[in-house]
């Protein structure tokens, strides 16, 4: 089993196995700690590119598990031909729940009180009053409503929104009232005075932010995106941000990392983070209670926790 997190730093792994730790390294050259062929469980490393992540699947040839400490899996999906058939892709689900929702409401507060203006007002020790928006009493829509979105709206509740609408890939109902589909995302859109993004990358969802989508949105509402950086179309949010219709705030971006001298740095009305909705002091705890669940279930062959797909199977 190769782990990114050193095996000695993992209270109760199950015993049997042979752990071998393997994070890719600082420049993602590190080499591998064991033949790849002998590896039954690979742990993806966390916050490593994707050439990294996927390097060793090739060689993996007798690979039974894949358990990625991310929320998406889109990094692996990519490359799923590498991987042999029959072998289950698992997420993070329960992992960064608690530190993505923190940060979407952070960016939401931030974009919305003028934080950043304050911060640049500060450095020029220069007193700049204003009246700005509060979240209380706004609609707020969740575009992406699994444990991540979940996690947004019982945050938000506090805060005396005046109704939360959520979107996912179909409908359900849920102890909070329903949740719709994609489908209606048009007449959902002009309602909305803050969209949070927290929908995973798919073929579905990919550019699913695109121009038609920012049109619908009314006149000063704010985008958030705590999802990943292609759900939006770049071009067409530079777009609305430079005519000063519509403001965001973005935790990822489409290019990522952004480049010097991209636009979006200095586009009007937003704020942009460097992916830092996971990595946080919460992430270790959760990811290595994670791990110690899923590797005793691997071990005592029983359901495995967050499966995705399992490779080979129904089109993987």
């Known amino acids: 089993m190769w782990l990114p997190i050193p095996p000695d730093e993992i209270a109760g792994l199950p015993e049997g196995p042979h752990y071998l730790f393997w994070d890719g390294g600082e420049d993602g050259e590190q080499d591998f700690p064991g033949d790849p062929a002998n590896c039954a469980v690979y742990v993806v490393p966390?916050?490593?590119?994707?050439?990294?992540?996927?390097?060793?699947?090739?060689?993996m040839?007798?690979?039974?598990?894949?358990?990625?400490?991310?929320a998406g899996v889109d990094d692996v999906l990519a490359r799923l031909s590498d991987i042999v058939p029959g072998v289950p892709l698992c997420n993070a689900r329960g992992v960064h729940e608690t530190s993505t929702a923190e940060l979407a409401l952070t960016l939401t507060l931030a974009s919305l009180r003028g934080i950043?203006?304050?911060?640049?007002?500060?450095?020029?020790?220069?007193?700049?009053?204003?009246?700005?928006?509060?979240?209380?009493?706004?609609?707020?829509?969740i575009v992406g409503y699994g444990s991540i979105g979940s996690a947004i709206e019982d945050r938000l509740v506090p805060f005396e929104v005046?109704?939360?609408?959520?979107?996912?890939?179909?409908?359900?109902?849920?102890?909070r009232g329903p949740?719709?589909?994609?489908?209606?995302?048009?007449?959902?859109?002009?309602?909305?005075?803050?969209?949070?993004?927290?929908?995973?990358?798919?073929e579905t969802t990919r550019h699913l932010v695109d121009a038609q989508f920012l049109a619908r949105m009314k006149d000063g509402a704010l985008l958030v995106n705590v999802a990943?950086?292609?759900?939006?179309d770049t071009k067409a949010l530079l777009a609305e941000l430079e005519s000063g219709r519509l403001t965001a705030a973005l935790d990822v971006t489409?290019?990522?990392?952004?480049?010097?001298?991209?636009?979006?740095?200095?586009?009007?009305?937003?704020?942009?983070?460097?992916?830092?909705?996971?990595?946080?002091?919460?992430?270790?705890?959760?990811?290595?209670?994670?791990?110690?669940?899923?590797?005793?279930?691997?071990?005592?062959?029983?359901?495995?926790?967050n499966v995705i797909l399992t490779t080979g199977s129904g089109g993987a």
């Open 46 to 59: 966390y916050m490593k590119r994707q050439a990294v992540k996927v390097r060793p699947l090739p060689y």
């Open 61 to 70: 040839t007798n690979l039974r598990l894949v358990q990625t400490l991310t």
């Open 116 to 141: 950043p203006e304050f911060v640049r007002a500060q450095q020029q020790e220069s007193w700049q009053g204003a009246f700005r928006p509060a979240l209380a009493d706004k609609n707020v829509l």
């Open 162 to 175: 005046a109704r939360v609408a959520r979107v996912a890939r179909s409908a359900r109902t849920t102890e």
């Open 179 to 202: 949740v719709h589909p994609l489908a209606e995302l048009p007449a959902l859109l002009p309602e909305a005075d803050v969209v949070i993004l927290s929908t995973p990358l798919d």
């Open 228 to 232: 990943r950086g292609a759900v939006v």
């Open 254 to 305: 489409d290019p990522e990392p952004l480049p010097p001298g991209h636009p979006l740095w200095q586009a009007p009305g937003v704020l942009v983070s460097p992916h830092v909705g996971g990595p946080t002091s919460a992430f270790l705890p959760r990811a290595k209670r994670l791990l110690v669940d899923q590797l005793n279930r691997y071990v005592n062959q029983e359901p495995l926790r």
